[in-house]
């Protein structure tokens, strides 16, 4: 018997519709739900919140997140997790800064030169994990302060100004009236849901956050497989380091932090679980949309930024809550 016949059973394919759309709509339903609410309550305190020129803002913001999400939702579906996605936005906005800016590389050169970057820095989490036997928060904990640490080492703790105003055509521009940096989220969501829905990379990796043992049992080469997925994280990792310096304009060494919560609470959020084998992009990129409502909503509401930082605990832990919940229903 083959792989791809031994592996049938892990095809979500075999599971009938009806139960898979019930299913999917109740791992976006608290997303769904809390969108409506958040609109609704910001809407009234600040009719601003409605405007035309702040959902463009709203949309700029969450493009961000939303790369982020959909990278991390690959790697929690796997029964992993990666808090150094804040730190490698930083290094790698400040390596695309130095390059296009110091070394005078063309914008397109000096991408290419960040996403190779974070797929290094993919691989080397990844093979923490499959060769070294590091959980992966530790593995990801260990990334964040050396990517943090090289950030600030690369030019001593300055930002870096000057960028062309080309490269910023990239969170400026608009194409039918949306944001040049949303459009890239969105074909990066698009491409990532066929990913995990439709080839057998997605398949291998819902199973192996289900079960990994069962995984290698039926054939799935499962070190291979999560370094491939470390590496995808990384790269998204650095994609969203990049769209983050076109957005801001110039590097900083700090930049991205706390972008790590926002991402792993939206995956959850969208219905994701942290003990591995549920994750769809869809539920993340509503994740990512929620945690943005949130933080533009309470910044038009004069809420305190150091208040916003409490909201974010409490929707961190919230959404775990909702993760353990879930998991006992099913």
């Known amino acids: 018997m083959d792989l791809q016949a031994r592996t049938a059973a892990l095809d979500v394919e075999t599971i009938p519709r009806g139960r898979m759309l019930w299913r999917f709509v109740r791992q976006i339903a608290f997303a769904l739900i809390s969108i409506v609410v958040l609109v609704v309550a910001f809407?009234?305190?600040?009719?601003?919140?409605?405007?035309?020129?702040?959902?463009?803002?709203?949309?700029?913001?969450?493009?961000?997140?939303?790369?982020?999400?959909?990278g991390q939702t690959f790697i929690i579906a796997t029964a992993g997790i990666d808090i150094s996605q804040g730190s490698v936005v930083a290094l790698s906005s400040m390596i695309c800064a130095i390059a296009i800016v110091d070394a005078h590389m063309s914008s397109g050169v000096a991408i290419v030169l960040t996403l190779a970057l974070g797929a290094v820095i993919g691989a080397i989490i990844g093979l923490s994990v499959v060769v070294l036997g590091v959980p992966p928060f530790i593995a990801t904990l260990g990334m964040l302060a050396v990517a943090l640490g090289a950030a600030l080492l690369t030019t001593n703790g300055t930002p870096v100004f000057g960028l062309p105003n080309g490269f910023q055509e990239i969170s400026q521009g608009t194409v039918l009236g949306f944001p040049n940096m949303a459009w890239i989220a969105v074909l990066l969501a698009l491409f990532s849901a066929y990913l995990l829905n439709k080839t057998r990379f997605g398949r291998y990796t819902l199973a192996i956050g289900s079960n990994a043992e069962a995984a290698r049992r039926v054939g799935i080469n499962v070190p291979r497989h999560l370094l491939l997925v470390y590496v995808f994280g990384g790269i998204v990792s650095s994609l969203a380091g990049v769209i983050y310096l076109a957005y801001t304009a110039a590097a900083q060494p700090t930049s991205g932090a706390n972008y790590?919560?926002?991402?792993?609470?939206?995956?959850?959020?969208?219905?994701?679980?942290?003990?591995?084998?549920?994750?769809?992009?869809?539920?993340?990129?509503?994740?990512?949309?929620?945690?943005?409502?949130?933080?533009?909503?309470?910044?038009?509401?004069?809420?305190?930024?150091?208040?916003?930082?409490?909201?974010?605990?409490?929707?961190?832990?919230?959404?775990?809550?909702?993760?353990?919940?879930?998991?006992?229903l099913r």
Request: a positive charge; zero cysteines.
């Open 43 to 70: 809407g009234v305190l600040n009719p601003r919140f409605l405007s035309g020129g702040n959902w463009f803002h709203i949309a700029q913001q969450v493009a961000v997140i939303a790369i982020l999400a959909t």
């Open 260 to 328: 790590e919560l926002y991402a792993i609470a939206a995956v959850v959020i969208g219905g994701g679980s942290l003990f591995g084998g549920v994750g769809t992009i869809l539920g993340s990129i509503l994740g990512a949309l929620l945690m943005t409502i949130l933080k533009n909503g309470t910044q038009l509401a004069g809420i305190s930024p150091y208040v916003e930082q409490v909201i974010l605990g409490i929707v961190v832990v919230g959404a775990v809550y909702v993760d353990n919940l879930r998991r006992r």
